[in-house]
């Protein structure tokens, strides 16, 4: 009786420990209410365990180890929504589904309790191994092949036992009788089995729960918080990696600065909740009309800034046209009323007099001077292409489209 005690204080402290975080501190909520559910689960399932014996009895056999299996699949769901994965509840539904209908091919009874044993314990196994395949393929996208697979390797463990559990009824299906007497002191290796296995698998889901709070605090660092998108932080760890592919490999980069047209307008007529909506609609225009490689950050109030790698200015130029054009046909409804927009575009390419800093001023000037035109312009940077008074020896091409 001390091993389902020590068990369930295990289990409920980890479930209350879920539970704070649900509320009232809502870290990760949806994921932490279904690890909370998953430990009550768990341990529901295993004191059922402790009520076998030699009578036929749906409760501690068929329900028992429904039970386990729900909270097994509670862990696999709550991991997803941890790590903002698609959840797909009717294929594992299925799998819950197969395994009850399995059971119920057999009288739930110690008879039949190899049979239990290795239906339960070949669905956990699979189960398991989904979890662990789900944090391989988030680990993998931020950190090495080795630390990744590193990391997974306290889940897989447990997927290998319970595998390891269920080749036992296929080799010795006798020694089966013994892993399922719960109830009998004199065999605590099920009491030891679980009790490690519900700590394994906390620890672990309190060690992804904290890389993944980390891993909102860095982005909300590099991220501009009403738009979305990156951050002038984010910028120039950016421009350092384009800078120095160009200058190794020769891959050639462009930039564009983009500024909305009388944008205070906006803010003066409308308000800074329409300013506001108006930012978001850009950032959303302007990110469908880039390609997954490019990089868009908010660099100023309303202004942004786009980094077009393997792209040089004629290129650079298609792009800045097709912006506009986008931008030129939207328009946002706020209170009844239509708003229109234009953006003043200016672009540089790299050059190799020039530093990513230069580059930046370079496209910052040709922004200026594409407003300076006259608005909803396009205007690329060049050093001497013709004399123009006011420019100090930094001249633009202008495309005006207006």
Same mark, same amino acid.
């Given at each position: /009786?001390?091993?389902?005690?020590?068990?369930?204080?295990?289990?409920?402290?980890?479930?209350?420990?879920?539970?704070?975080?649900?509320?009232?501190?809502?870290?990760?909520?949806?994921?932490?209410?279904?690890?909370?559910?998953?430990?009550?689960?768990?341990?529901?399932?295993?004191?059922?365990?402790?009520?076998?014996?030699?009578?036929?009895?749906?409760?501690?056999?068929?329900?028992?180890?429904?039970?386990?299996?729900? +909270?097994?699949?509670?862990?696999?769901?709550?991991?997803?929504?941890?790590?903002?994965?698609?959840?797909?509840?009717?294929?594992?539904?299925?799998?819950?589904?197969?395994?009850?209908?399995?059971?119920?091919? #057999?009288?739930?009874?110690?008879?039949?309790?190899?049979?239990?044993?290795?239906?339960?314990?070949?669905?956990?196994?699979?189960?398991?191994?989904?979890?662990?395949? *789900?944090?391989?393929?988030?680990?993998? $996208?931020?950190?090495?092949?080795?630390?990744?697979? &590193?990391?997974?390797?306290?889940?897989?463990?447990?997927?290998?036992?319970?595998?390891?559990?269920?080749?036992?009824?296929?080799?010795?299906? *006798?020694?089966? /009788?013994?892993?399922?007497?719960?109830?009998?002191?004199?065999?605590?290796?099920?009491?030891?089995?679980?009790?490690?296995?519900?700590?394994?698998?906390?620890?672990?889901?309190?060690?992804?729960?904290?890389?993944?709070?980390?891993?909102?605090?860095?982005?909300?660092?590099?991220?501009?918080?009403?738009?979305?998108?990156?951050?002038?932080?984010?910028?120039?760890?950016? /421009?350092?990696?384009?800078? =120095?592919?160009?200058? &190794?490999?020769?891959?050639?980069?462009?930039?564009?600065?983009?500024?909305? *047209?009388?944008?205070?307008?906006?803010?003066?007529?409308?308000?800074?909740?329409?300013?506001?909506? @108006?930012? %978001?609609? /850009?950032?959303?225009?302007?990110?469908?009309?880039?390609?997954?490689?490019?990089?868009?950050?908010?660099? +100023?109030?309303? =202004?942004?800034?786009?980094?077009?790698?393997?792209?040089? =200015?004629?290129?650079?130029?298609?792009?800045?046209?097709?912006?506009?054009?986008? #931008?030129?046909?939207?328009?946002?409804?706020?209170?009844? $009323?239509? &708003?229109?927009?234009?953006?003043?575009?200016?672009?540089?390419?790299?050059?190799?007099?020039?530093?990513? %800093?230069?580059?930046?001023?370079?496209?910052?000037?040709?922004?200026?001077?594409?407003?300076?035109?006259?608005?909803?312009?396009?205007?690329?940077?060049? $050093? @001497?292409?013709?004399?123009?008074? +006011? #420019?100090?020896?930094?001249?633009?091409?202008?495309?005006?489209?207006?």
């Amino acid at each position: /009786m001390i091993y389902a005690q020590f068990l369930c204080l295990i289990a409920g402290s980890c479930a209350f420990a879920w539970g704070l975080l649900v509320h009232p501190l809502k870290i990760a909520p949806k994921a932490s209410l279904r690890f909370a559910l998953a430990n009550i689960a768990i341990v529901s399932g295993f004191l059922l365990y402790t009520l076998r014996n030699n009578d036929i009895s749906y409760t501690s056999w068929f329900i028992a180890d429904m039970v386990m299996l729900l +909270g097994f699949m509670l862990i696999r769901w709550g991991s997803q929504y941890l790590f903002k994965q698609q959840v797909n509840t009717l294929s594992d539904s299925i799998v819950l589904i197969s395994a009850a209908l399995l059971m119920l091919l #057999v009288p739930p009874q110690l008879t039949y309790a190899a049979y239990f044993v290795f239906i339960m314990s070949l669905v956990s196994a699979y189960i398991f191994a989904m979890i662990t395949k *789900d944090n391989f393929m988030t680990f993998r $996208k931020v950190m090495s092949l080795p630390y990744a697979a &590193l990391l997974s390797i306290p889940l897989s463990i447990v997927s290998l036992v319970f595998l390891a559990r269920a080749a036992l009824y296929v080799i010795n299906p *006798d020694y089966m /009788m013994y892993l399922t007497a719960t109830n009998s002191i004199e065999n605590p290796l099920p009491m030891w089995t679980y009790i490690i296995l519900l700590l394994i698998v906390n620890i672990v889901l309190f060690g992804n729960a904290i890389t993944r709070l980390v891993q909102k605090i860095k982005g909300l660092a590099i991220r501009d918080p009403l738009t979305g998108l990156w951050n002038r932080h984010a910028l120039r760890t950016k /421009m350092e990696q384009v800078d =120095e592919q160009w200058r &190794l490999n020769g891959d050639m980069y462009s930039i564009l600065m983009i500024d909305i *047209d009388h944008f205070r307008r906006i803010n003066n007529y409308y308000g800074h909740i329409a300013g506001d909506t @108006a930012l %978001q609609h /850009m950032a959303q225009l302007l990110t469908s009309s880039l390609r997954k490689m490019d990089f868009i950050c908010r660099y +100023g109030d309303e =202004e942004f800034l786009i980094i077009l790698p393997s792209t040089p =200015e004629n290129k650079a130029t298609i792009v800045a046209e097709k912006i506009q054009r986008t #931008v030129n046909k939207s328009s946002l409804l706020w209170q009844a $009323k239509k &708003l229109t927009f234009s953006v003043s575009i200016g672009g540089t390419t790299c050059q190799k007099s020039s530093d990513y %800093q230069q580059a930046l001023k370079q496209a910052d000037e040709a922004m200026f001077e594409a407003k300076k035109q006259g608005r909803n312009n396009i205007c690329f940077w060049h $050093k @001497a292409l013709f004399e123009r008074d +006011g #420019v100090n020896d930094n001249h633009v091409r202008v495309n005006s489209t207006t």
